[in-house]
């Protein structure tokens, strides 16, 4: 059982390229989150999906889009990454009354 | 706005003795309440879920208590293991939203 997977899990990105961050889970969990990590500031989320076919901002979510592709698939893009979106990257997803299950993270690094 | 504190920040321990880290939090209108572990450079594991109608859960030598009413929440770890270091954050999920709303979490460190 996968459970999260991500991908890639490491990338170094020049400012003003971009990229798209993959996410997939095999639980049928209907919600799907993604989270930036940042030192001295803990889990922020950026957008989320309570159901496939809807996408909401969360807390951070400017400088992202995002796209629920099925009930599996939750992709996060940076269309021209900036150096404040250093992070730690985690999708998550998750029914209402249930556990969260975390994927490993993306660990990016734009210069 | 629903806020999630974790008292302390940091916990430092010899092995084998129980600890309680603690978890507070300003909106009792919640589904659930979930503690979670982080080692360093990995994700997080979803290490107890508490229902808003249930006092407590447990799971080995861990145990989770909710008190809605006063709004907190403890993780009792018993026997501390120096494989029990890490941090522990905790997350409640309000009835408002989809969304967990986290604390920052307790970094714990056991000593041999």
């Known amino acids: 059982n996968a459970g999260v997977t991500q991908t890639p899990k490491f990338q170094v990105l020049k400012t003003g390229q971009s990229m798209t961050l993959q996410c997939a889970q095999d639980?049928?969990?209907?919600?799907m989150y993604w989270y930036r990590q940042d030192p001295g500031m803990g889990l922020r989320l950026i957008y989320y999906?309570?159901?496939?076919?809807?996408?909401d901002k969360g807390e951070v979510p400017n400088g992202y889009n995002v796209s629920r592709l099925n009930k599996r698939e939750f992709s996060l893009r940076l269309e021209s990454a900036a150096p404040s979106q250093t992070s730690v990257y985690f999708c998550?997803?998750?029914?209402?009354?249930?556990?969260?299950?975390f994927g490993q993270g993306t660990r990016l690094t734009v210069v | 706005k629903q806020e999630v504190t974790q008292i302390p920040a940091a916990l430092s321990v010899p092995e084998g003795e129980n600890l309680v880290l603690n978890c507070s939090f300003t909106d009792s209108a919640i589904y659930n309440l979930q503690w979670f572990r982080q080692d360093p450079g990995k994700g997080l594991t979803s290490l107890l879920l508490i229902q808003s109608s249930q006092r407590e859960q447990t799971s080995g030598r861990l145990n989770a208590s909710l008190d809605k009413s006063s709004g907190r929440s403890t993780l009792y770890i018993a026997a501390s293991q120096p494989g029990d270091s890490a941090t522990y954050l905790c997350?409640?999920?309000?009835?408002?939203?989809?969304?967990?709303?986290w604390g920052a979490g307790t970094k714990l460190i056991i000593k041999p």
């Open positions: 999906s309570a159901s496939e076919g809807t996408t």
């Open positions: 997350a409640v999920r309000p009835h408002s939203n989809y969304q967990l709303i």
């Open positions: 998550a997803s998750s029914e209402v009354q249930a556990r969260a299950f």
């Open positions: 639980m049928n969990h209907n919600s």
